[in-house]
């Protein structure tokens, strides 16, 4: 899904550093997955050193410096996102445009709900950072961090997603990560995040409902994105094509805990899910999108999610 060459971009909704704070609270997500890499190995036991890395360092090292795939500049060069066409040349300024996106989306949809939105902002970043809930780094992958109200990406995870998970580079595939993640908001205005506390492992677990609710809302997020509009009333989004579906389902069904699980350690165990399966990432996203429709989102009113 492209972005309309003359829409203005707002940079004051995304930062470059970290949020500060010391470790501790809830990482919700973990990205798309906070599955990657390193959280792989701490939730499904398996040795840090045997996880895949394309990026020249070991699994417990950040990557720092300028990321060089994909598009992607420093993320501290944020006065070069001015417009759509910049968010079709770059993926940083993709991600500023997505989040303007999204943020300008549910401001006005949440209140149709009798509730009201508080824009939550975005830090790109570059190896790792600070968070209110702790560091920050392409080892976790992007995540929403419910203490200081913001999502966290390292510039270089669409890279990784893409590479090591198989992923399409289409840009839905990468705006559906910024929708996802803004999920979490959402669910954290509403009151709903701690659920995911609730049965943190299994198919049917809380921490999986949460997370499916949050690809759905990112599907909702995709239903409106082409009648969104800047502050000048310009249209962010161009008209979404199949191509563009296909890569969101691509980007969901590359983080689903089975796929991660066989090609991490060569079996599937259901028990230990926390985020889904990949069939299951799709289906929900893709009630999202059809519908259009927050409450068609209530992961909690169905028995089995999968």
Same mark, same amino acid.
């Given at each position: 899904?492209?972005?309309?060459?003359?829409?203005?971009?707002?940079?004051?909704?995304?930062?470059?550093?970290?949020?500060?704070?010391?470790?501790?609270?809830?990482?919700?997500?973990?990205?798309?997955?906070?599955?990657?890499?390193?959280?792989?190995?701490?939730?499904?036991?398996?040795?840090?050193?045997?996880?895949?890395?394309?990026?020249?360092?070991?699994?417990?090292?950040?990557?720092?410096?300028?990321?060089?795939?994909?598009?992607?500049?420093?993320?501290?060069?944020?006065?070069?996102?001015? =417009?759509?066409?910049?968010?079709?040349?770059?993926?940083?300024?993709?991600?500023?445009? =997505?989040?303007?996106?999204?943020?300008?989306?549910?401001?006005?949809?949440?209140?149709?709900?009798?509730?009201?939105?508080?824009?939550?902002?975005?830090?790109?970043?570059?190896?790792?950072?600070?968070?209110?809930?702790?560091?920050?780094?392409?080892?976790?992958?992007?995540?929403?961090?419910?203490?200081?109200?913001?999502?966290?990406?390292?510039?270089?995870?669409?890279?990784?997603?893409?590479?090591?998970?198989?992923?399409?580079?289409?840009?839905?595939?990468?705006?559906?990560?910024?929708?996802?993640?803004?999920?979490?908001?959402?669910?954290?205005?509403?009151?709903?995040?701690?659920?995911?506390?609730?049965?943190?492992?299994?198919?049917?677990?809380?921490?999986?409902?949460?997370?499916?609710?949050?690809?759905?809302?990112?599907?909702?997020?995709?239903?409106?994105? =082409?009648?969104?509009?800047?502050?000048?009333?310009?249209?962010?989004?161009?008209?979404?094509?199949?191509?563009?579906?296909?890569?969101?389902?691509?980007?969901?069904?590359?983080?689903?805990?089975?796929?991660?699980?066989?090609?991490?350690?060569?079996?599937?165990?259901?028990?230990?899910?926390?985020?889904?399966?990949?069939?299951?990432?799709?289906?929900?996203?893709?009630?999202?999108?059809?519908?259009?429709?927050?409450?068609?989102?209530?992961?909690?009113?169905?028995?089995?999610?999968?």
């Amino acid at each position: 899904m492209s972005f309309n060459d003359d829409v203005q971009l707002d940079t004051s909704q995304v930062g470059s550093g970290g949020g500060g704070g010391g470790p501790g609270g809830m990482v919700v997500g973990g990205g798309i997955g906070g599955i990657i890499l390193l959280v792989i190995a701490l939730i499904f036991g398996i040795n840090p050193g045997s996880l895949p890395d394309g990026s020249g360092t070991g699994p417990g090292q950040a990557q720092g410096g300028q990321v060089q795939a994909g598009g992607s500049e420093d993320p501290g060069a944020l006065a070069q996102c001015k =417009t759509g066409a910049d968010a079709n040349r770059s993926d940083t300024c993709r991600v500023v445009a =997505t989040v303007n996106s999204v943020n300008a989306f549910w401001a006005t949809e949440l209140p149709r709900y009798q509730r009201q939105y508080t824009p939550a902002k975005t830090i790109i970043y570059n190896g790792s950072t600070r968070s209110a809930c702790g560091t920050a780094s392409n080892q976790v992958g992007p995540f929403y961090c419910p203490l200081d109200k913001q999502v966290y990406i390292d510039a270089s995870f669409f890279q990784i997603l893409t590479d090591q998970f198989g992923s399409s580079g289409g840009p839905l595939a990468q705006e559906y990560v910024v929708a996802h993640e803004y999920g979490h908001h959402i669910q954290d205005l509403l009151g709903l995040l701690d659920r995911a506390q609730q049965d943190p492992q299994g198919q049917q677990s809380g921490s999986v409902r949460v997370e499916l609710m949050a690809d759905c809302l990112g599907g909702v997020w995709a239903n409106h994105a =082409t009648e969104t509009k800047d502050r000048n009333g310009v249209t962010f989004l161009k008209p979404l094509t199949q191509k563009d579906i296909q890569d969101a389902l691509s980007a969901a069904a590359s983080v689903g805990d089975d796929r991660i699980q066989r090609k991490t350690q060569g079996r599937v165990s259901p028990e230990s899910w926390t985020h889904g399966s990949a069939a299951a990432r799709q289906r929900w996203f893709t009630q999202g999108y059809r519908s259009g429709d927050l409450n068609e989102c209530d992961t909690f009113s169905v028995a089995n999610v999968e």
